[in-house]
């Protein structure tokens, strides 16, 4: 399959089974803003809680805290992104369209088949950014003759700095209202407060602060599905070290988050490391884990040596000191950081990409075929379904018996219309890993058929062993 088809394949499984709808959508949609549907929302709230588990429960230095969206304006200053959170942006005076500079030009560079110039404009343009010579980038684009997609003009307006936080009003009355911004990371919630949780969790060095919440970003370009979003969800963790172990640290986190990722079952060879040579202003050290996506491989996680750059800012705009008493080394400092950031819609939209198949399963006597998501056991919206072969004989009763002694442990799902391999396809869809029928031969001698998504095979079990082994395929630890 072309991986142009898998992604609008993908797009329209997710609407069609629940998973993934376009934000307002009666009104015609909100660019770059999502719901997710009742099967969604428990993949994406699955993929969070293995997340959290990793980093808390498996850890033991490090503790989760949930931070709120709104937070003092000079949070953002002392941050630096009122100053540098922008993206080099240009306008086509007679399309009206923006785009964002880099996007321009490597889109422009895909359409060339001469891979030395496509390089060699690249290089130009990195080092322009590097610079943030504005003048330079727009003359690149006007020697290159790149056009607007839309008008196929070559009328731009000049390259300008576009910051990529919401803001919004605090405060009833109009005149006493303060600018505050829609966090557009979740980072700062956690550099804030560092001295609260040390303190109180009697925490030593090295530990880590781990959350999960909404960030927002008014992103000009969004393009892709739920891979880049206005608002969407990150989860973060801040590993605060000694001073001169952070190389050593970052090597650790590098290495552990991927560990994490090829625990999703993902193959090794469908994700790389992507080393920063242009670093943020914050970082030291820093790369990008990216996926074998369906328009190829691109950014799911970022594992960034900060330095100290975030907690001097703060102590310098707060006026309050933000140092450790190191009692290994009878010293004061401020900590080092590592941080570990993932995004968790990239992460529901790798571990889709990763699950979705069109299987051909024809024979010589009949055609077949079936679209089955292989999502981890322990991901999937819905863990078992059990299915009563038919709607009479006590079969239905027996399985309701069954579907209460397991909801209190994982979410099962009921279906007595249609014919058994009707249902069987659907929970194949919704990526259900187990089902089971309850047939005549169960009212007999107490055994059930249970079916494996992923091989299609049938066996006979008992009914009384069906809860434990369902909790332990789908466990997460
Ligand atoms: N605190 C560091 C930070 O925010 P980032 O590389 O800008 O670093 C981290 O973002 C992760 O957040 C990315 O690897 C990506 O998974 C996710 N992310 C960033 N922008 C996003 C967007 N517009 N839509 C969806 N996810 C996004």
């Given at each position: 399959m072309a991986n142009e088809n898998k992604l609008q394949n993908i797009i329209a499984h997710c609407k069609e089974y629940g998973f993934v709808f376009q934000s307002s959508e009666i009104y015609d949609g909100l660019s770059a803003v999502y719901d997710y549907g009742q099967n969604g929302a428990e993949l994406k709230k699955n993929i969070r809680e293995y997340w959290w588990k990793?980093?808390?429960q498996m850890h033991e230095n490090i503790v989760g805290i949930d931070a709120a969206i709104f937070m003092h304006p000079t949070v953002w200053k002392a941050s630096g992104h009122v100053d540098n959170f922008s993206d080099p942006m240009i306008d086509n005076k007679d399309s009206q369209k923006r785009y964002r500079v880099d996007h321009l030009i490597e889109g422009y560079v895909e359409t060339l088949n001469d891979d030395a110039k496509g390089k060699a404009l690249i290089a130009e343009m990195d080092a322009l950014l590097a610079n943030n010579d504005l003048a330079g980038l727009k003359k690149l684009i006007e020697d290159n003759k790149i056009c607007c997609g839309i008008s196929n003009t070559c009328n731009w307006t000049d390259v300008r700095q576009f910051n990529l936080m919401f803001s919004t009003q605090l405060g009833s009355v109009a005149e006493e209202a303060s600018e505050i911004y829609l966090?557009?990371?979740?980072?700062?919630?956690i550099f804030v407060n560092f001295l609260n949780v040390q303190k109180t969790g009697r925490m030593k060095i090295p530990f880590g602060i781990a959350q999960t919440g909404k960030a927002f970003r008014n992103e000009i370009v969004a393009r892709g599905f739920i891979f880049r979003m206005r608002e969407f969800e990150q989860m973060e963790m801040q590993f605060f070290v000694r001073p001169g172990t952070q190389a050593e640290w970052?090597?650790?986190?590098?290495?552990?988050?991927?560990k994490w990722h090829l625990a999703l079952g993902i193959a090794p060879e469908k994700y790389r490391f992507h080393d920063h040579v242009k670093l943020a202003h914050y970082a030291d050290m820093a790369c990008d884990i990216e996926y074998d996506f369906p328009m190829g491989f691109k950014e799911v996680e970022g594992v960034h040596s900060r330095t100290d750059f975030?907690?001097?800012?703060?102590?310098?705009?707060?006026?309050k000191k933000l140092t450790y008493f190191d009692t290994e080394i009878n010293q004061h400092y401020v900590p080092y950081v590592i941080e570990t950031s993932i995004g968790l819609d990239r992460a529901v939209m790798m571990v889709l990409s990763e699950a979705y198949e069109e299987q051909d399963l024809s024979t010589e006597e009949k055609t077949d075929s079936r679209v089955v998501l292989k999502l981890p056991a322990m991901l999937a919206p819905i863990k078992l379904a059990v299915l009563p072969l038919t709607k009479k004989d006590g079969l239905p009763e027996i399985a309701r018996d069954l579907i209460n002694e397991c909801k209190p442990y994982f979410r099962c799902f009921y279906e007595e219309k249609d014919t058994i391999g009707k249902r069987y396809r659907r929970m194949d869809a919704l990526g259900t890993p187990y089902c089971i029928t309850i047939d005549h031969q169960t009212k007999e001698d107490g055994t059930v058929t249970i079916r494996d998504r992923d091989t299609m095979q049938q066996e006979r079990i008992a009914l009384v062993d069906v809860r434990a082994m369902i909790m332990e395929k789908t466990k997460m630890f």
């Open positions: 990793s980093m808390t966090r557009p990371e979740t980072a700062q919630g970052y090597n650790y986190w590098k290495e552990t988050r991927m975030d907690l001097k800012q703060h102590q310098q705009y707060s006026g």
